[in-house]
Each structure stands twice: as C-alpha cells, then as structure tokens.
C-alpha cells in the first residue's frame, strides 16, 4: 500500500510539467507561470484527501486554471470575461493550402495562439498541447461539452483569419 | 450531408468526437467533394502546426523546488539537476507498468495482441524503442533488409504522425519490423506482420491496438493514444505511394 506522499507523486506531481505549461499559457510570463503553477501544486497537495477519481491531470489543471484566471484578475482589476457561443463555425472562409499552412513559422503560430483571448486560448491549449478529450476539457473549464466543441470550432477559426494574412 | 453543415462539423471530426453516424457522414462525403477534402487538409495542416509549437518548459529551480517539497525522497540533498526529475518519474510510471505487464501477461497464456502490448510497453520502460532513430525512410528501410522477411516502407507522417526510426522486435518467436511514430506525447508503435498473423482490433488496458491488411501485409499500430487517432493514423499510411 502505498504512502499518501508516493500517491500524490503519482496521480498529481507527475503533471507539475503540465501545470507550467497551461500556468504559461494563461498568464503569458515565466515567472508568475512558475508561481502559479507552485501555488496550485501546493493547494492540490493540502486537497489531495479529496480526490477521489484516475484522472490527476485534469483534476490538477482545474486547479491550474482557477489560479490563473485569479492572477490574472488580481493583475487586471476586473474579471476575465467568459465568452458563451452555441455556434459551430467552418474553420475556413476560402480554402488556404495545406502546404502553406505547414511552411507557417512555429513562432508566429505560438504568437496566434498567444493573442487568442483566454476562453478560446484554454481549449486550444488543452486539445493541441495536453491531448484531453471535449469530456476532459468540459471537467477542467467547467462547461458543458457542446461548449467546448463550439468554442474549439471558433479558436480554430481565428487562428486560421490570423495566421492566413501570414500564409498568404 | 451538405458543403456548408460538414464544413461547420469539420473541427470536431478533426478531433474523433462526432456520434458515430455523423462521423461516418462527413467521412462518406469527404471522400467523394474534392473541395471539402481539401478544406480537411487544411485543417489537419493547421492543426499540425499548432502541435509542432514546442512546449514551454519550467525552469530547473522550479523542478527541484517541487522534487524537494513533495518528492518522498526528501530527506535526500536537493536535486542539482533536471535529469533527477525524469529518472524520478520514469522510475514511478516504470514500476506501475511493470507491476500492470505482470498482471496481464503472466496469468494467462500470451495472445498475440497481448505480445504486442507487452513489447510496447517494454520498448517504453526501456526506453529502448529505437534500433535505427532516423525519419528517413531511405534509412530505416533498408536496415531492415536481410533481418526480416517483410518490406514495409515507414512513411513518414508529419506533422500529425512523425517518423521516429525503427526498432526489430520478436513476436511469437520471429523477427518483426516495427516503425515507431510520434504522436504530442504518446508514440505509435506499428508492426508489421506477415499474413498469416491472427489478430483483431482491441484494446488493453489503455492501449489501442488497430490492425488492416494491405499488400499481403498486416498491420497492427499500437499505442495509448485514442481510438479516433488511430483511425487517422491508418488513413494517413494507406494514402501513402511511393
């Protein structure tokens, strides 16, 4: 039987990686990403009695994102806004080529998403980086699955605008 | 289906998570609108190079701090170096996986697919999954030759799926020839069977094992991504000519 510390290393700590990196994505710096991401570790650590499911990852990235989105209002003043859509939108207006897509520069794709507002940057971050299913997604950002899939439809729509004046 | 609706249901096809019926719709006209499918590629493309953006990494002070305060090897002095931090986690997941393969494999007589799982697995813990790391195709391929009997070519799949290398394995006591591909995180492992081979699709425990039969040959791609990557995976290699 393992040790309360060994199963916290285990389900949670493994994913201390994972927390920077959504922390990164929400915050934009390395510095509050790291203190974010030590914070939610930290309260995941002092809660860990009451998790109760198999999924560590998702339940740690719920944590993540509330301590972001905290930073991130203590920063701005004002609270971040959540966007409601019920619509899923084409990805593409005209139909860019596929190779011009691929010859993009990693850096001004990182840029795109960088300067998607949060709602939309969160669900890209979740599907392209951390691989979560919409059911995953829906768990850490607290919406429904529809939402996730009309929200990813329309991230996906605004990189493609923002990155097709690059391509072209 | 219409032009217009399977380009509004393009994002979630991309990512496996239409109903069945839906799926295949979009699938079916996919295959017969020129234009569609080029909208598809373009978005596979696009999602390609938003997965190709490299990770942000934390620092190294970030990695000790959360070794020391939580690791149960506290007592121990502070880690110096990141390479602490991957042995430590490497040596946790090793463990579960060994202690899973055990279970699995040593209770019951081996299956074929359970063969392929276990030497997954192994090639993970290992961290042996490569004989020849290259994703040339002009070089795996021919490092096979005179080692197996089949002749596969390991295409490589970028960005979605890249090449690894490749690795000879042993299943059911003969030499085989496995690509090994890349996926985010997870690697693909495909082996390449000769027809004779006995197998069906399923899973274990978490891991995916798709098998198709093409060229006399069979197929059978094995990782822990989910099924619908699979799926594309499958797609992707069959659509290659040389």
């Given amino acids: 039987m393992r040790s309360e510390r060994e199963q916290f290393e285990w389900h949670v700590l493994r994913h201390a990686d994972a927390a920077y990196g959504l922390a990164r994505w929400l915050v934009g710096n390395d510095g509050d990403a790291e203190d974010v991401a030590q914070e939610a570790i930290m309260k995941a650590y002092q809660a860990f009695s009451k998790f109760r499911g198999t999924d560590g990852k998702a339940w740690l990235l719920t944590i993540v994102r509330n301590q972001s989105f905290r930073h991130l209002e203590r920063r701005r003043a004002r609270a971040v806004e959540p966007l409601e859509e019920d619509l899923l939108v084409p990805i593409f207006e005209e139909t860019p080529e596929a190779a011009l897509i691929r010859a993009l520069d990693a850096e001004r794709v990182r840029k795109a998403v960088e300067e998607l507002p949060e709602a939309y940057r969160e669900v890209i971050v979740l599907r392209e980086f951390e691989d979560m299913s919409y059911a995953e997604i829906a768990g850490v950002i607290g919406s429904p699955p529809g939402t996730v899939m009309s929200r990813l439809s329309r991230a996906r729509a605004m990189l493609a605008k923002s990155l097709a004046e690059v391509a072209r | ?242």
């Fill in chain 2, 1 to 242: 289906m219409t032009c217009p609706e399977v380009r509004r249901w393009l994002s979630p096809y991309l990512d496996g998570e239409l109903d069945l019926a839906t799926d295949d719709q979009v699938r079916t006209h996919l295959r017969e609108c020129a234009d569609c499918q080029a909208q598809y590629e373009s978005a596979l493309a696009l999602r390609g190079s938003v997965r190709a953006v490299p990770s942000f990494e934390p620092s190294a002070e970030f990695r000790d701090k959360m070794l020391n305060r939580f690791s149960t090897d506290s007592q121990a002095a502070p880690a110096k170096s990141v390479n602490r931090f991957s042995t430590l986690w490497g040596f946790v997941a090793g463990v579960a996986v060994c202690t899973l393969a055990f279970v699995l494999f040593f209770g019951a007589r081996p299956s074929l697919r359970g063969e392929l799982v276990a030497s997954h697995m192994r090639a993970q813990l290992a961290n042996h999954m490569l004989d020849v790391p290259s994703s040339d195709r002009h070089t795996v391929k021919p490092w096979f030759s005179g080692r197996v009997q089949t002749a596969a070519t390991p295409w490589d799949l970028k960005p979605d799926f890249p090449l690894l290398g490749g690795r000879l394995d042993l299943v059911d006591g003969q030499p085989v020839e496995v690509f090994v591909y890349g996926h985010g995180a997870h690697t693909i492992d495909l082996f390449v069977l000769p027809s004779s081979a006995k197998l069906g699709d399923s899973s274990i425990r978490g891991f995916h094992v798709r098998t198709w039969v093409q060229d006399g040959l069979i197929y059978a791609a094995v990782s822990d991504v989910d099924e619908p990557q699979l799926v594309r995976f499958e797609e992707l290699y069959q659509a290659q000519k040389p």
